[in-house]
């Protein structure tokens, strides 16, 4: 599943990007998602988190969520 095409922030963290996919992968699946969109969504969430200051939390209605 590719990445969302971001542009990548002089101040980008790979921190707690992993945690990221796993809980949206985890609260999608539990949701009854279907996987692939779980992980679609997970993918997505966790290029986010990179892209964000520090180790500030993605929102969980930004639009690429949707």
């Given amino acids: 599943i590719p990445p969302p095409n971001l542009s990548t922030p002089p101040h980008a963290e790979s921190t ?3 945690d ?4 949206v992968l985890c609260a999608e699946t539990l949701h009854g998602v279907v996987f692939e969109n779980a992980c679609r969504k997970a993918v997505i969430a966790g290029s986010l988190q990179y892209c964000q200051p520090g180790l500030t939390p993605i ?8």
């Fill in 16 to 18: 707690g990007c992993g």
């Fill in 20 to 23: 990221q996919v796993l809980a």
């Fill in 59 to 66: 929102q969980p209605n930004n639009p690429l969520l949707q």
